[in-house]
């Protein structure tokens, strides 16, 4: 494992995801982990991320020395350069000379452990205050720029390379070069990890964790929770049962995708809850978006607890386990970056006894989403599972502006369908990062349909770009595109006679309309 040590800025999942790039499996540590407990991980290399302080500021966090003398390789980016640089006697000086942003680097030293092979004027993203002006004794200074002395430093004796820039972000031209020089001629690791052995290791720990008992795992239509159960059918074939609701307010194809082509690439047991009367009549009469969403949460978790309770009913050896599709991200931002496994986990939600405990299974709790994507494509599932759009878990119901009724989420469907449609056909689905279709039901506007006056419901398309929908632009795509949609979309859906584009960002507009 190379160990990413974070000091409390984005850099480090970043950093993390490049170094698996490379093909070496990275972990993400707190900086304030003790030395002694990140050298008990064996770690091959240490990598210190960026952060936020000057390494003058109180409270800065540092490490102790012992890092840098274990003989375990280092590489410090930013922050942990300067870290370096102070811990092990160089000079850094908070005398205001500051580098934010893309920034002209000069190697000094052609052909270096990292610089090897990449030009001598190269193009890098900054983004500090203070500056290093002399390197610890035994270090050779390898680059600088105009404003920075000491841009780079490296100590191949004692294995310990830095950088004063991000190496890890796309501006920084040969970035991933360089990281990879620490990698493989630094440190001497060899590129190993791939998706190959990621489900290797994964179907041994969970057959080592189930044993014989059986597990139960929700399916949503998602990609994490499908990758998740393919794994666990993988390792454990039938002593795993999935469990699907249909609540009736997923857009056309998606259940007969879990139901047909899901089970036909995994052989899984799978559990269909058809629950969209139930669903229909507990919505009727609602409008208000808030109130929706809680009555869909709230009959999915009864749905889905009574599914349970059958199963534990069923002949067979005892149901011990849930698995569920939780990512790297969740458990780094829940703190529990530091690679617990194991967590044991009540999950007594109302509705099923309270002696009822469940151990989890997480077998994706070690990767980012690109990579679980890759682990699906290893095992099999089809594309429209492992390369779907995010869609929220209230489904259609809150795409309608209005009361949610069979018609409408019929007329909602086909809809959607045309626009997914010609969006993939116009190969524009990496481009978009979703594009809620929205029925406005409560509104109608006159329009002209052969010769005949009519008086319809418009369709909202809302295409965004977006890298984590936390901000989100509104995607200009092509004009043509919008028009076969347009023209599509009123011509064969009936009752709408009008679509417009929301040109709203996020903020102020959020991404669903409800
Ligand atoms: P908003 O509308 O908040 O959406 O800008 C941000 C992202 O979250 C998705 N979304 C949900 N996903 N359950 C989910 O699993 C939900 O209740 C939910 N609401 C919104 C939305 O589709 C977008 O990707």
């Keep these: 494992v190379v160990l990413v040590v974070d000091f409390g800025a984005q850099y480090a999942q970043l950093i993390a995801r490049r170094v698996r790039e490379a093909r070496v499996y990275s972990e993400i540590v707190p900086s304030s982990m003790p030395v002694a407990e990140m050298l008990a991980k064996n ?27 274990a003989g375990v390789p280092v590489f410090g980016m930013c922050y942990g350069f300067q870290l370096m640089a102070t811990t092990l006697g160089g000079t850094v000086d908070d005398n205001g000379a500051r580098e934010y942003g893309r920034t002209p680097l000069t190697v000094s030293k052609i052909g270096s452990t990292l610089f090897e092979g990449t030009p001598a004027e190269q193009s890098v993203w900054m983004s500090h205050g203070d500056a290093c002006s002399a390197a610890p004794e035994g270090f050779t200074v390898t680059a600088s720029t105009d404003v920075v002395p000491v841009a780079a430093f490296e100590n191949d004796e004692k294995k310990l ?4 820039y991000h190496p890890e972000v796309l501006h920084s031209t040969h970035g991933q070069q360089i990281l990879e020089h620490f990698l493989y001629r630094g440190a001497g690791i060899e590129p190993t990890w791939t998706t190959h052995n990621v489900v290797e290791e994964q179907v041994a720990l969970i057959r080592e964790q189930v044993g014989t008992k059986r597990a139960i795992c929700g399916l949503s239509g998602g990609v994490d929770s499908a990758v998740a159960a393919a794994l666990v059918q993988k390792a454990i074939g039938s002593q795993l049962t999935c469990v699907y609701v249909d609540h009736g307010l997923m857009r056309k194809g998606e259940t007969e995708q879990v139901e047909k082509d899901f089970v036909a690439a995994t052989g899984v047991q799978l559990k269909v809850v058809d629950a969209q009367e139930r669903f229909l009549t507990a919505l009727a009469g609602v409008s208000d978006p808030e109130t929706k969403r809680k009555i869909i949460g709230r009959e999915f978790i009864r749905v889905f607890e009574q599914a349970q309770l059958e199963i534990l009913q069923e002949d067979g050896p005892e149901v011990a386990f849930l698995v569920q599709g939780t990512l790297y991200p969740d458990v780094v931002e829940s703190g529990g970056g530091t690679g617990t496994a194991n967590i044991k986990s009540h999950h007594n939600v109302g509705g099923l006894p309270d002696d009822i405990e469940f151990e989890l299974v997480e ?6 989403k690109d990579e679980v994507r890759m682990v699906g494509q290893e095992l099999g599932l089809p594309d429209e599972i492992v390369q779907r759009q995010p869609f929220p878990g209230p489904g259609l119901g809150i795409r309608i502006v209005g009361e949610v009724t069979k018609d409408r989420l019929d007329l909602l469907r086909e809809a959607d369908a045309i626009a997914r449609e010609e969006l993939t056909a116009a190969g524009l689905d990496r481009e978009i990062w979703q594009c809620p279709v929205v029925l406005l039901a409560d509104v109608r506007s006159v329009g002209v349909q052969g010769d005949g006056r009519t008086y319809g419901h418009p369709i909202v398309l809302r295409p965004v770009s977006s890298e984590d929908a936390m901000t989100a632009d509104w995607t200009r795509m092509p004009y043509d595109v919008l028009a076969k ?3 599509r ?12 584009l929301d040109v709203t960002s996020k903020p102020p507009g959020t991404i669903e309309w409800e």
């Design 43 to 69: 770690p091959k290399a240490i990598i210190l991320s960026g952060g936020p302080s000057s390494v003058y500021a109180e409270g800065a966090p540092r490490l102790d020395r012992e890092i840098f003398e």
């Design 161 to 164: 390379y830095g950088v004063q």
């Design 363 to 368: 077998p994706l709790r070690k990767l980012f």
């Design 485 to 487: 949609i347009s023209t």
């Design 489 to 500: 979309i009123t011509n064969e859906v009936a009752d709408v006679n009008r679509v417009v």
